[in-house]
């Protein structure tokens, strides 16, 4: 294996990608040259016709090859400029950056628009003998799967129209969000009695804070802080749910999850089986919830309780520790997976350094053109960030399996990419579990374990039924601050079957999830990736580390199949029956039994 290079730096390395941060004289040039190649793509496109034999499917081939070549540098660029724009908020000219990044994604999905549109007018006897050619085949899911697409949309002039003043409306309204966040401040008292601003990220971590004082004080300024900007994000949600909503109306579409499921490879059968699953299991985790309560000496617990540790421990976990165990748990697993770790750490693939001005939450994303990754988050010695960390690692090493594939074949759906991250987190928590000291230490990595199952079964439902209920009255015109926090707090009562003291009202204006426009829903994927990683778990663990080169046999075949055919061809199993989703919760709950047991 390889070594780890002590001490593990902080802060990222994006110079070695583009030196001098935003105002980098090689990030402009970038800039430059992919737009010149966007606009000969777009003059190439429009002498484009729709073949009328294989011969003819020829012409196609070099705007293909042109295409996956600019679309990788449009993703390196917007990756770029995406961090550097996390790593300071205040950074005005990557957010004109990021605008500028975003217009040109714009007219890159338009010309495709367009392409597809090529696609779709195709004969079928054509178009199948043209997958069917061996340097097409490869990427012949992609090209069906577009194709298919095009002919449930408006027509192409009509979609490019879209999708250009989406840049100043529907992605301006995303971007408006975070000005939002970049302005909340929150007042905090330190270990030393002196105040400090806090921002939104440094803000959040204090709500997982072992001592039940502090997160309790903390989440009501939290609230009050979200309270004040919640008109202002009412405004950008409703905007964001009124373009989707137009939109899908003029393409016939009376399902809102009908865009989500699709981006996510998935049927509505596999959505809700799973969470049929899932709803037929919370009463064994109201129990853990009424457990945890006693054992922190309250009634019921509060929504600050949900996620905080049973014991007051202020114990710190170093960023160095916390690299030399998830490397050595890899390891564990799969030697590949844990060499890729250290490279990721040696290299100063990972920005997570605790300071004022970082955005909140954490984030992988991926460096096509330069074959590499970045992972966002801000660390602060808890035992939720060293599962954090090892969540984006888990992205990353999803990403680099897949470096060599056609960049078509890299465009993995949200939920598989939450498998990735999920199983990397297993991994770390249960082989912490397995060789805790002490029973002490064994409870508390097992509660750990159980927290992330309530948050997938519970707050992410609750996020679900908010959302789904949320677009049902947004059809009917807007929605005041008011009623979307009525909203968040029943769909919370609901997920949570009622086992709370109190909720997050604010929540829908306080989560960055709602408000991105890459993928609608952006929140059942995550329950999905966590329960199929779980499955993909429950393999592993039979089988030892023979399971790991199947297991990237699996993840190198996530963007060019359906979740469904995906899960039979490398499990065997059917994701729209309960079967397969009842095994792996039947793996959380056994956690929680073991809690309970030990809790006596």
Sequence with gaps: MSQLKLPVSLTWDLDSVFPGGSSSLELKSFIDTLEQDIKELEDQVKTLAAPTSVEGTKSLDLFIQNLQSVYTRAFEGGSFIGCLASQDQD????????????????????????????LSATEDSVFNAWIQREDVAPIAFVLTESREKTREKLPPEQESLV???????????????????????????????????????????????PKREVREAMFV?????????????????????????????????????????????????????????????????????????????????????????????????????????????????????????????????????????????????????????????????????????????????????????PVFNQNYAMNVAETASTFAEMILSDAQVN?????????????????????????????????????????????????????MEEAQKEAFCNALDSYHPHFWASKLHFYITGVPFYNFPYTFGYLFSTGIFARAQREGQAFADKYDALLLDTGRMTVEDLAQKHLNVDLTQPDFWREAISLCIADVEQFLDMTK
């Design 91 to 118: 950074d005005k000219k990557a957010i004109q950056l990021s605008g500028k990044v975003t217009s040109l994604d714009a007219r890159l999905q338009s010309l495709v628009t367009v392409f597809d549109s090529v």
């Design 163 to 209: 999708l250009e003043l989406a840049v100043d409306g529907y992605h301006g309204w995303s971007e408006h969000y975070d000005t939002i966040v970049s302005k909340v401040k929150i007042p905090f008292t330190n270990e030393d009695g002196e105040e400090v601003i806090l921002s939104a990220g440094q803000a959040s971590n204090k709500l997982d804070d």
């Design 221 to 405: 300024k939290w609230e009050q802080a979200w309270t004040d900007a919640a008109d202002y994000s009412a405004d950008t949600l409703n905007r964001l749910a009124g373009f989707r909503l137009g939109l899908y109306n003029k393409r016939g579409w009376e399902d809102v999850l009908k865009e989500p499921l699709s981006i996510n490879r998935m049927s509505k059968e596999t959505l809700d089986a799973m969470w049929n699953a899932i709803i037929e299991s919370k009463p064994i985790f109201v129990k853990y919830l009424e457990r945890k309560a006693k054992l922190l000496g309250v009634e019921r617990l509060s929504w600050t309780d949900v996620e905080a540790p049973v014991s007051e421990s202020n114990k710190k976990i170093s960023y160095d520790d916390a690299a030399k165990d998830i490397v050595k748990q890899f390891n564990g697993f799969s030697p590949k997976l844990a060499n890729f770790a250290v490279d990721a750490f040696n290299k100063r693939w990972v920005e997570a350094e605790d300071r004022p001005g970082k955005r909140p939450g954490g984030f992988c994303t991926g460096l096509p053109e330069s074959k590499e990754t970045r992972i966002f988050m801000t660390y602060s010695g808890t035992a939720s960030n060293v599962s954090t960390l090892a969540h984006e690692l888990g992205h990353a090493y999803h990403q680099h399996v897949m470096d060599e594939l």
């Design 435 to 487: 060789h805790a000291a002490n029973d002490q230490e064994k409870l508390s990595l097992l509660e750990d374990k159980i927290q992330r199952s309530v948050t997938f079964f519970m707050n992410i439902h609750a996020r679900f039924l908010f959302e789904t209920r949320f677009y049902d009255k947004r059809r009917e015109g807007l929605l005041s601050a008011e009623e979307l926090s009525s909203l």
